[in-house]
């Protein structure tokens, strides 16, 4: 990989994953997405890159499989040598200790770089996520909450997040953070810098930046840039880590950003597979009048293989004859939460098989997945090895381009996305297209 890469990003799910693709396109950087750990072929018909990531699913293990997962990407990032290594989370931050852990992946990619300055952002105003003075903040509409009162976060079935202040979540996953208040970007860079190194001299396992406006995402940008061109470092967030780097290198040398580009009709069917069960992908669901609608039985899609074959050939069948498929997980299947973490991970491994199955049964061209653990296995049940960014269909919403060696599946245009994200509307447009 050619000395232009400047960040090598893992994305702890395929659907942020896809946002920070996005992200980097839109800021003109040359990216690609690989849909696991690029071999040299692949690496090489990729060509020269800016931003090369990897999709992968590191929310949903333990942290057993968190090191079995991220120790060889850890030493292939150091191998291209970008000087920013980015461990990219979820803008909710929703982690814990035996499942997800942000703390777990921290101390396995850090050992790769040489850097004592770890970099935590902490905040996505493009979404709608804050931090001040280490408090996360997230909207759910039109509404702001604290995290450990959002309506979703704090009773998310695998994650709930039950502290705010994310010195004290991560704590609990094993790190000391020091940190950055949004008050002192007002200082002179120099100032800052000063403070930045007297915070890293105290040897904390992470920096935690707070985030406030948007306006804060090119200081943070300074700081972690600098501080990587002396020794490649590992940055922890979400896509705010691209978006402030990019920033910064706004300021610095101004250049032509990529347009909103339009988003063409549908050719032929759309199949939609939710998985997710946020009260978001609820809306869009119920707005989604153009598609037939298949109510899934989650307990049932997880354990009966019979049964996944049936909806399989059935949802297909309904592609076949030219109809628009949503096929979603019924609210009665909802999962207990003392069951969540296994029975969520066998839903969404069978959403994978399904999707994978449909596929065969009915080629089609566009198509869009919701729930980000759903999202993660969906794709790798597939035959394909990457993803460049086409559009952004909302915030945090990116149509993409699917990359393998099957043709029935290569030049697959697909969306993923998380629960909360995207506006009521978003699979109707994901159907019609955006001017």
């Given amino acids: 990989m050619p000395s232009a890469l400047k960040i090598a990003y893992y994305g702890d799910d395929f659907t942020g994953a896809t946002d920070t693709l996005a992200t980097a396109a839109r800021a003109g950087l040359r990216t690609l997405l690989f849909l696991g750990l690029p071999g040299a072929a692949q690496l090489e018909r990729a060509g020269p890159l800016d931003c090369l990531g990897i999709a992968g699913a590191a929310r949903a293990m333990t942290p057993a499989e968190m090191q079995a997962e991220l120790e060889p990407v850890g030493r292939l990032f150091a191998q291209l040598g970008a000087p920013v290594m980015h461990y990219k989370t979820c803008s909710t931050f929703d982690s814990a200790p035996h499942i997800g852990s942000i703390g777990t992946a921290i101390r396995v990619l850090q050992p790769h770089t040489r850097n004592a300055f770890v970099p935590i952002v902490g905040g996505q105003p493009n979404l709608r996520r804050y931090c001040v003075f280490g408090n996360l903040f997230a909207s759910a509409g039109p509404a702001m909450h604290r995290i450990d009162r959002h309506p979703t976060m704090r009773r998310h079935p695998v994650t709930p997040m039950h502290e705010a202040d994310l010195r004290l979540h991560f704590a609990q996953q094993g790190l000391q953070l020091a940190s950055l208040d949004y008050p002192d970007y007002q200082q002179s860079e120099s100032a800052l810098d000063q403070q930045l190194s007297a915070l890293i001299s105290q040897q904390p396992d992470a920096v935690l930046l707070d985030i406030a406006q948007a306006e804060d995402l090119a200081i943070v940008g300074r700081l972690i840039w600098q501080s990587a061109c002396r020794q490649p470092l590992l940055a922890a967030g979400p896509s705010s880590v691209v978006q402030a780097l990019a920033a910064h290198w706004q300021r610095q040398a101004p250049q032509t950003l990529l347009a909103h580009a339009t988003i063409a009709p549908a ?74 973490p ?94």
Wanted: with cysteine; glycine share 10%.
């Fill in 267 to 340: 050719q032929g069917p759309v199949l939609v597979l939710a998985g997710s069960l946020s009260p978001m992908t609820a809306r869009q669901i119920k707005a989604a009048s153009s598609y037939e609608q298949l109510l899934l039985d989650a307990p049932r899609l997880a354990q009966d293989m019979a049964y996944r074959a049936q909806m399989a050939k059935k949802i297909a069948r309904q592609l076949q004859q030219g109809r628009n498929m949503l096929a979603c997980t019924s609210s009665e299947g909802q999962i207990a939460p003392a069951d969540a």
């Fill in 342 to 435: 296994a029975d969520a991970r066998a839903l969404a491994l069978a959403c994978g098989e399904l999707l994978a199955q449909v596929l065969k049964l009915a080629p089609i061209k566009r198509l869009g997945v919701a729930g980000g653990d759903t999202s993660s296995h969906a794709v790798q049940a597939l035959d394909a090895w990457g993803l460049s960014y086409q559009a952004q269909l909302a915030p945090g919403v990116a149509l993409c381009r699917l990359h393998s060696d099957d043709l029935a599946l290569d030049g697959l245009e697909i969306m993923l996305k998380g629960g909360q994200m995207g506006g009521e509307m978003l699979f109707e447009e994901l159907l019609s297209g955006i001017c």
